[in-house]
């Protein structure tokens, strides 16, 4: 089953009275000469064509790899369009950044291809939540026109898989744009606005940590200025939401880096290509765009190191509120034990009288209103006095040896 085509005239689309069930595939292109925007649609990949020889071809297509409703479907597709294998593997492996570029058998058609990804962050504290992740891809693949004059135009296709919605957003303002020849003359312009347009949903996830950073910081902050207080809800911090944060700006800081990566790559890439076309405004201006994106990143990537710094003051400080709680608590323990001491500093010299009055050694006559000492008393000092020098001595002996191991 062919797929139908919808053109659209001039920057208005015109839609179909039939729409296909469960369209998977979309299609857009342009050709010189040709004001319109040709697009379809396609339920499968069975559904799909060859390259039609446009100027500009675009597929939409879903996420690469093993579809759910078909596991040939990607099979397919790479048989289709001659997919690298390279770009297959990298999906299996789900590698957080890659950049290649290959020379077709006829050395005149490049391929070139990256993969993007990065994690959701989240708050949800749930030890069994899978984590969600942002991850698209595209190739891309140019052919110089044969007797073109300078400089150089070339027959482009692009194959993106789930692209964020910001990439659809530029691809669809490109495609309108009467400047879409540009990218026959530098294929590179789509390269800038799978870039830019990743920065857009990177910068928008590196923000939503920030403001997770943010939180904790505020809550930390609020228990500490109650550790006057002993109360037990200053220390019942959620530290596995802390270490969610931390974890996130981890993460963040790798989708930059790999991001940053890439840029550097496509600018070198970009850089050797260019020297075929010197001169060129397109090309300087496509160099510049990349530059520019590559300073984006970087300068998202300063916000998110800050956030790393800022989420490790936070856990420091979250340790130290229940350090000093702790403290806090035991000087509070301290203080009990000392006014209990006390008491019963004042009521010792009473017990001992009482005691000692109550042995054998002491007797009341029973007509007598005196006590009588019995002439064996002085034996109670005899044992008592050399048992407490003693006990004295010992404690003397090991106090140093528990000290010293104390110390180790």
Not at 198 to 207: L, N, S, T
Request: contains cysteine; proline residues 5%.
């Amino acid at each position: 089953m062919p797929c139908f085509d919808i053109p659209l005239r001039g920057s208005r689309t015109t839609e179909s009275t039939t729409q296909p069930p469960q369209a998977r595939f979309r299609r857009f292109w342009r050709k010189e000469g040709d004001h319109r925007l040709g697009r379809s649609k396609c339920g499968s990949a069975a559904d799909l064509t060859e390259w039609c020889g446009h100027d500009l071809d675009i597929i939409i297509a879903p996420l690469d790899g093993k579809f759910a409703d078909s596991e040939k479907e990607y099979e397919t597709l790479v048989e289709l369009y001659d997919i690298p294998p390279q770009f297959v593997l990298e999906r299996e492996r789900s590698v957080t950044h890659s950049l290649g570029r290959q020379l077709g058998p006829d050395l005149k058609t490049e391929t070139l291809w990256m993969h993007f990804l990065s994690e959701v962050p989240s708050t949800d504290a749930g030890s069994n939540r899978q984590p969600e992740w942002l991850k698209w891809g595209f190739i891309l693949t140019w052919t110089p026109k044969p007797a073109t004059s300078a400089p150089t135009r070339h027959t482009v296709s692009l194959i993106a898989f789930d692209p964020p919605v910001e990439t659809m957003q530029r691809l669809v303002s490109l495609l309108r744009s009467p400047s879409w020849t540009d990218v026959t003359v530098d294929p590179y312009l789509l390269v800038d606005i799978a870039l830019a347009s990743w920065h857009e949903r990177i910068d928008q996830v590196a923000w939503e940590v920030n403001r997770m950073v943010r939180a904790d910081e505020e809550d930390v902050f609020r228990r500490a200025r109650m550790l006057r207080s002993s109360d037990t809800a200053i220390v019942d911090l959620d530290l596995h939401r802390i270490h969610t944060s931390a974890k996130n700006a981890i993460f963040m800081v790798e989708a930059l880096d790999a991001a940053i990566r890439s840029v550097d790559l496509a600018l070198v890439n970009h850089g050797l290509l260019r020297g075929t076309a010197p001169g060129n405004d397109i090309w300087e201006n496509t160099d510049r765009r990349l530059r520019h994106t590559c300073e984006l990143f970087h300068s998202t990537k300063l916000r998110t190191a800050s956030d790393q710094a800022r989420i490790k003051n936070t856990v420091d400080l979250a340790f130290h509120i229940n350090t000093v709680h702790d403290s806090q608590v035991n000087l509070d323990n301290s203080r009990s034990v000392r006014i209990i001491s006390i008491v019963g500093m004042v009521f010792i010299p009473f017990g001992a009288v009482c005691s000692i009055f109550g042995t054998q050694f002491f007797s009341s006559a029973d007509v007598a209103r005196h006590i009588d000492l019995n002439p064996d008393f002085w034996m109670l000092w005899a044992i008592a006095v050399p048992l407490t020098l003693i006990i004295l001595g010992v404690w003397k002996m090991v106090e140093p040896w528990c000290r010293s191991d104390h110390r180790k």
